[in-house]
């Protein structure tokens, strides 16, 4: 008797023992493919854009950088990117303050224009301001006499790149005024603020974390954007290129080096970006835990 | 008499829900009133339009003998504290104070002075520097009061002020508040769904139910003349009786109860108080008119028993008193009822148990 139950406790302990190792197992080979993937998918393409940039040497690297097409594209990408955040900060700041302090017809439908950016191919983007401003325009003639060129310049690369980033500030703030409803507001109203006093000391120091994650990943994606910025850009070197359409430029013309090292500026950025991401959704998220909005 | 914050005639929907139903009611100047009335009764709802923070369809709202129905929230004059406080959570208390008087662009050493003396007044002096979410439950309440003073309003709307806040608090900051309300002289409008609340605090009470006014008065008139069914059946913890011409002394008499028309027409409230309980005949005044009994449930109340009685079928409650021999669950008792509310024709009546006018009439 005392022997059975002497076993019986050595056998649940043994399969206590495979159950842990078996977790064990489970665990360590969902880590290794994770990863795996990682490393395959995201840091060796970096470090290999890092090798390849190098390639020729730190001198070639600094000759490909500061080679004036190459600065001609990053000026270019720097201002269609800050225009683009200005731009698309005033107009989330003032959807997200519609969506969630109005009630109004036509509500959802604004919160589905907004998305739309989202959901249409950015090529798709870019063509539309061909057909909006480009030879078959019904404004064609107009912009013609005035001088005023959209498609295959600088403005149309601007206005598709605002288009692309639309939708990330307004969607950043959205939830973050809808946690904190209208009652701030309202106590400040009642005691006499004008609307643009509670913007700016009421709800403006309440977002602005919401506020700075949005405006970060719209510079991210501002800075990147390819596809619907190649349809309106023309590929006018040292006028209508941005950084991206740089290095397929160079990559096309088997300029190797070059390529990489333009595009290591771009994973530089990127990289600031997401430290800087970091830092803010860290503060976010410590600010909705504790209220406190100091840093 | 006139008022100095009115509501004539209001109507509000949202969507096709009606919120407010031909609402009126008035506070007088200096006065401390209590909306009191279930969850959804629409409490919340005319005190926004109250303070301009929502548009009536349809009625007047005046403020001191003026019409503000087209003058917008700030400029109404009217402090407001919100449900659940709605403090300035960027700001620390101090600045929380402050705001109002920013705006109305006051000097910062009467800022200072005012600040101060509201933080004196409020007990907050010491966490002036805090931030709202690091004060206690009480301590915001009491910031979202001093802040709604702050810019000196005519008026002051509150918002179940002390709805987050535990037991004994609460309790506490009641007298405090109407201590403070009445010291200051600020027309006050509280809402509450807690009837103790409004009783203790309130120097009148207005009962609202599904977006109407049921009845406004003083406490003691609310309590003892219920004018509907409604508040008869809300104020007090009152039971509801299918007939109560069953009961001794309101037996079927034609005179009393009226000629028993509709449904409901033999309704009766019935509240404790209304209810003499005793363990057998030398404990009751009136033994005759008596109904015998059994004791169902009791409940300690810290200063009495609450005691649930049956009574041909229906449970009464009742309160014994501490003082008196105990009765367990189980035991006969006697309940003589004093007197019913009838809810005839949609009209409460009290209606007097006829055992007690029987014998005033023999003595
Ligand atoms: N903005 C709104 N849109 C639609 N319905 C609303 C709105 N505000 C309030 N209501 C409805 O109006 C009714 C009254 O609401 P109100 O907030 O005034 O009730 P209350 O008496 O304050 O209740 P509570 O005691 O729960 O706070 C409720 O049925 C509510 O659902
Ligand atoms: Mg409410």
């Known amino acids: ?295 | 008499m006139s008022y100095e914050v009115e509501l004539k005639h209001i109507e509000k929907y949202f969507g096709s829900f009606k919120a407010a139903d031909d609402a009126s009611f008035g506070v007088e100047k200096g006065q401390l009133a209590g909306l009191l009335g279930p969850s959804g009764s629409g409490k919340t709802t005319l005190l926004r339009m109250l303070a301009g923070l929502e548009q009536p369809d349809k009625g007047e709202i005046r403020i001191a003998g003026r019409l503000v129905n087209d003058v917008p929230a700030r400029e109404r004059g009217i402090g407001f504290v919100f449900q659940n406080y709605a403090l300035f959570r960027h700001m620390t208390v101090r600045d929380n104070l402050a705001f109002g008087l920013r705006v109305q662009n006051v000097d910062d050493h009467t800022i200072k002075v005012r600040t101060d003396e509201l933080l004196e007044l409020t007990g907050l002096t010491a966490v002036a520097k805090r931030y709202p979410q690091q004060l206690s439950g009480g301590q915001r309440q009491r910031v979202a009061f001093a802040r709604a003073l702050a810019p000196n309003p005519k008026v002051l709307l509150l918002d179940e002020p002390f709805a987050a806040i535990d037991a004994k608090v609460r309790k506490e900051l009641r007298s405090w508040l109407r201590e403070a309300i009445h010291n200051l002289g600020i027309t006050s409008l509280f809402v509450t769904h807690d009837q103790d609340e409004a009783v203790e605090v309130a120097d009148k009470i207005i009962i609202v139910n599904k977006g109407r006014i049921e009845q406004a008065g003083s406490p003691v008139e609310i309590y003892q003349s219920p004018q509907t069914p409604f508040v008869a059946d809300f104020i007090g913890e009152s039971v509801k009786v299918e007939d109560y011409t069953q009961f001794k002394g309101f037996g079927d008499e034609q005179a009393q109860a009226g000629t028993y028309q509709g449904a409901h027409a033999r309704m009766g409230i019935i509240r404790p108080e209304f209810i003499e309980l005793a363990k057998d005949e030398r404990e009751i005044s009136l033994p005759l008119g008596a109904e015998q009994g059994v004791v169902k449930a009791t409940y300690f109340r810290g200063s009495s028993m609450a005691v649930d009685i049956e009574v041909r079928g229906q449970i009464l409650r009742a309160a014994r008193s501490l003082e008196k021999e105990p009765l367990q669950v189980g035991d006969k008792a006697l309940a003589f009822i004093h007197r019913i509310y009838s809810l005839d024709a949609g009209q409460t009546r009290i209606i007097e148990n006829r055992a007690k006018r029987q014998e005033s009439v023999v003595i």
Not at chain 1, 134 to 148: E, H, I, K, M, N
Not at chain 1, 172 to 196: D, F, H, K, N, Y
Request: with cysteine; glycine share 6%.
């Open chain 1, 1 to 295: 008797m005392e022997l059975v139950r002497k076993l019986a406790s050595v056998k649940a302990r043994e399969k206590l023992a495979d159950g842990a190792w078996q977790e064990t197992v489970v665990k360590w080979s969902l880590i290794f493919t994770g990863a795996a993937f990682l490393v395959s998918m995201m840091v060796l393409p970096l470090v290999l854009i890092g090798v390849e940039a190098m390639a020729k040497g730190w001198a070639a690297y600094v000759r490909a950088v500061s080679e004036p097409f190459a600065q001609k594209a990053l000026w270019l990408t720097a201002e269609a990117t800050i225009l683009a955040v200005l731009s698309n900060t005033v107009f989330g700041l003032a959807a997200a303050w519609l969506l969630t302090k109005f009630d109004f017809k036509g509500k959802s439908l604004l919160g589905a224009i907004i998305d739309l950016p989202f959901a249409v191919s950015p090529v798709v983007a870019g063509l539309f301001f061909i057909m909006l401003f480009g030879r078959l325009s019904p404004f064609y003639d107009t912009l013609q006499a005035y001088q005023v060129a959209v498609v295959f310049a600088v403005p149309g690369i601007v206005l598709a790149t605002i288009f692309v980033t639309l939708p990330f500030i307004a969607r950043s703030i959205v939830p973050v005024m809808e946690a904190q409803g209208r009652q701030e507001e309202e106590a400040a109203a009642l005691m006499g603020a004008s609307g643009w006093r509670i913007f700016w000391q009421i709800t403006l120091p309440n977002i602005k974390w919401g506020l700075l994650y949005g405006i970060i990943l719209c510079s991210a994606r501002a800075m990147g954007e390819f596809g619907a910025v190649s349809v309106v850009s023309g590929h006018i070197r040292g006028k209508t290129n941005t950084l991206p359409l740089h290095i397929e430029i160079l990559y096309n013309e088997y300029n190797f080096t070059a390529a990489f090292a333009v595009a290591s500026i771009l994973v530089i950025l990127a990289v600031v970006v997401l430290i800087l991401r970091n830092l803010v959704e860290w503060n976010l998220t410590r600010a909705e835990r504790t209220g406190e909005h100091e840093l």
